[in-house]
């Protein structure tokens, strides 16, 4: 099992960032993915998820309008695109594989490393 977020930096409020997420076929391929965060102090919560083919996603309210989700399962990467960040959005993101090919926003498995994005106000 292989997973590995990356794209993650400092940034200042208002601006985007485009994380990715390298999991490997046998561990995505066939699997929702989705991605987690979670700020200093807080517990981890659920982001967005992409259904196998990419042809159902779902988001946290707090991100809807403004994060995207998709993969391109030829390059085994789902990415996350952030657009107007705010400094709430500061965490450690993760992505995480289901073992389902749709999922919702629990039951995920596998799990990689994170990334962190820090937005300054």
């Known amino acids: 099992v292989q997973l590995q977020a990356s794209g993650g930096g400092l940034v200042q409020a208002g601006d985007s960032l485009r994380l990715s997420c390298a999991c490997s076929r046998r561990t995505c391929s066939n699997n929702a993915v989705g991605w987690f965060r979670q700020a200093p102090g807080k517990e981890r919560e659920f982001v967005a998820t992409i259904s196998w083919n990419g042809g159902i996603t779902y988001y946290a309210d707090s991100v809807k309008g403004r994060f995207t989700i998709s993969r391109d399962n030829a390059k085994g990467t789902v990415y996350l695109q952030m657009n107007s960040l705010k400094f709430e959005d500061t965490a450690v993101y993760y992505c995480?594989?289901?073992?389902?090919?749709?999922?919702?926003?629990?039951?995920?498995?596998?799990w990689g490393q994170g990334t962190l994005v820090t937005v300054s106000s």
């Open positions: 995480s594989a289901h073992p389902r090919s749709v999922a919702h926003s629990d039951g995920y498995r596998y």
